[in-house]
């Protein structure tokens, strides 16, 4: 869905006097995100920035995405009468939340979150320098998610490839939580610099702050591609690949649960005891996947 053209006109007057758009609403519905795509695009366009739109919408999306779940959580939360800043049981509340949710139409959860005063905001700044967007909610989290939240973006940022992320959360087989990192290494491959990425809680919101600046530093994947430069959004080996070495193949093992052939990043050779004991009925506590061991884990 295209912007009216005279919206058009009303947005180029707003952006020349350099007014904010501010994007309201409850879920992240397929409505919500063609809106964030065009007025981000519409921006972009403006200033002739473009080519940084798709690894943007790809971190904003997943920011979306993160920040409607938080509302989610805290609905559920309410239904069951749990507190939602009481680190008491978290990850088995947490597992139960995820396992009940359906996220399969948010349209069919707007009139609930609505009633609760859930709220999904996304605000674009910008300017010739750059644009920031903020992404808000109401939802309060705990503790123990912000911190969780603070090392995954640590983590995120310090990526050279897609793998380190399987390094560190071997047990997301289906990548559920991925999103974030991958969104980050693009912004790496074009110049973004991703510690301009941050959240903060004040005044009762939560809020994801994202800048993009229009430095100079910034290439284009236009220009990438006519300097013949290497435009893959993340890279698996070294430079060596580039300069023609041959690169060995990542060490592989045979799993005695499964005997599925697995890369050794994500196979335990012997399971730390601390985890073993979480594991009471795992057969093995040697050769064995993150797979397997976490269907054994109970934490």
């Known amino acids: 869905m295209e912007i009216e053209l005279a919206k058009k006109e009303r947005?180029?007057?707003?952006?020349?006097?350099?007014?904010?758009?501010?994007?309201?609403?409850?879920?992240?519905?397929?409505?919500?995100?063609?809106?964030v795509e065009n007025y981000l695009r519409?921006?972009?366009?403006?200033?002739?920035?473009?080519?940084?739109?798709?690894?943007?919408?790809?971190l904003i999306y997943s920011l979306l995405e993160m920040a409607f779940k938080e509302n989610c959580r805290n609905s559920y939360y309410m239904e069951k009468g749990w507190d939602p800043l009481s680190s008491e049981s978290f990850t088995e509340r947490e597992a139960e939340f995820e396992t009940n949710w359906d996220f399969s139409d948010p349209?069919?959860?707007?009139?609930?979150?609505?009633?609760?005063?859930?709220?999904?905001?996304?605000?674009?700044?910008?300017?010739?320098?750059?644009?920031?967007?903020?992404?808000?909610?109401?939802?309060?989290?705990?503790?123990?998610?912000?911190?969780?939240?603070?090392?995954?973006?640590s983590r995120a940022k310090s990526y050279q490839d897609l793998s380190e992320y399987y390094e560190d959360y071997p047990f997301d087989e289906e990548g559920r939580e991925i999103g974030i990192a991958l969104a980050i290494l693009q912004f790496k491959e074009i110049g973004l610099d991703p510690n301009?990425?941050?959240?903060?809680?004040?005044?009762?919101?939560h809020v994801f702050r994202l800048e993009i600046?229009?430095?100079?530093?910034?290439?284009?994947?236009?220009?990438?591609?006519?300097?013949?430069?290497?435009v893959r959004p993340f890279r698996f080996?070294?430079?060596?690949?580039?300069?023609?070495?041959?690169?060995?193949?990542?060490k592989i093992s045979v799993c005695k649960i499964c005997g599925r052939t697995v890369d050794d990043r994500i196979f335990f050779?012997?399971?730390?005891?601390?985890?073993?004991?979480?594991?009471?009925?795992?057969?093995f506590t040697e050769?064995?996947?993150?797979?397997?061991?976490?269907?054994?884990?109970?934490?």
């Open 11 to 35: 947005l180029i007057r707003g952006m020349e006097l350099g007014k904010k758009i501010v994007l309201h609403g409850v879920v992240l519905s397929q409505y919500y995100k063609s809106n």
């Open 42 to 58: 519409f921006c972009l366009e403006y200033y002739q920035k473009t080519d940084i739109l798709p690894p943007s919408l790809s």
């Open 107 to 153: 349209l069919k959860l707007k009139n609930r979150l609505k009633e609760e005063g859930s709220v999904l905001r996304t605000t674009i700044h910008h300017s010739g320098s750059g644009v920031s967007l903020e992404i808000a909610n109401l939802a309060p989290i705990t503790s123990e998610a912000e911190e969780a939240l603070t090392e995954y973006l």
């Open 196 to 205: 301009l990425l941050r959240f903060d809680t004040m005044e009762g919101e």
């Open 213 to 230: 600046g229009f430095d100079g530093e910034i290439l284009s994947l236009r220009t990438k591609l006519e300097n013949d430069e290497d």
């Open 237 to 250: 080996h070294s430079q060596a690949e580039k300069e023609g070495e041959t690169i060995s193949p990542w």
């Open 269 to 283: 050779h012997t399971v730390p005891p601390d985890v073993s004991a979480k594991a009471k009925d795992l057969p």
């Open 287 to 299: 050769e064995v996947c993150a797979w397997c061991l976490s269907g054994y884990l109970k934490l």
